[in-house]
């Protein structure tokens, strides 16, 4: 028994080629140097912070952390409050994020210097998104985890992006290097380059077979 070759024709070559250009110019992946840095701030008490500052996480009490802060409101209740602090430009989304929510320039953003330096008030547990500026324009995204422990405000695990203007995602402390994002404008003009592409090798192959087709009439 005679085996069929394998190897594709001109006409399949080229197209195999075209397909496999539209993918590469279609998907964006991570840049290759997105990393993600952690820590456990491991802080509990009335006032904690957390900082990114030369490209490392830390907890002091400095102009650009984020204070998160207990504050008894008249003696009435207490109320948890994540703040930008000293008039830093850091912004927090107002309330907990779902594990793996993505942060980024999408997501709402919250000046919470603006208001005199009080903040917000969201007294739930759980991830909250934090950007800090890097003074020209540009943003590392990250997040914290937050637990209100009654009268005291809790900083668990934190991590940062540190590659500018790149997403992180809530609770993860890698980068996610392996979810490409899908570019739609490149993505469609790149299909639309192969299916002209293909319509042409197509019509040259039918017109090639007209003859043969003839001469057997």
């Known amino acids: 028994m005679t085996m069929k070759s394998s190897k594709p024709t001109p006409s399949q070559a080229l197209k195999l080629s075209l397909l496999a250009g539209a993918g590469a110019a279609g998907v964006m992946g991570q840049d290759a140097a997105a990393t993600t840095i952690s820590q456990d701030l491991a802080q509990t008490n009335r006032n904690v912070y957390f900082t990114y ?10 102009p650009g952390a984020m204070d998160g802060s207990s504050m008894d409101m008249r003696g009435k209740s207490w109320n948890h409050f994540m703040t930008g602090n000293y008039g830093g430009a850091e912004a927090v989304i107002v ?22 330096g009080d903040g917000t008030a969201p007294n739930q547990d759980g991830y909250f998104g934090v950007r800090f500026p890097d003074g020209s ?7 914290v985890d937050v637990q209100f422990l009654g ?18 995602l809530a609770g993860h402390t890698t980068s996610p ?10 993505a ?7 299916a002209g592409v293909l319509a ?6 039918r017109r090639r077979a007209v003859p043969a087709t003839s001469a057997v009439a």
């Open 151 to 168: 009268n005291y405000t809790h900083f668990g695990m934190a991590a940062v992006e540190t590659t500018l203007n790149t997403s992180i």
């Open 188 to 194: 469609g003009s790149a299909m639309s380059l192969v």
């Open 177 to 186: 290097s392996s979810v490409p994002e899908i570019d739609p404008a490149s």
């Open 95 to 116: 309330g907990p994020l779902a594990l793996n929510t993505p942060i980024d320039s999408a997501s709402t953003w919250v000046d919470t210097w603006a208001d005199g």
């Open 137 to 143: 324009g540009g943003w590392n995204y990250g997040w």
């Open 53 to 62: 500052i030369g490209g490392a996480i830390g907890t002091s009490n400095v």
């Open 200 to 205: 042409m090798v197509e019509q040259r192959r």
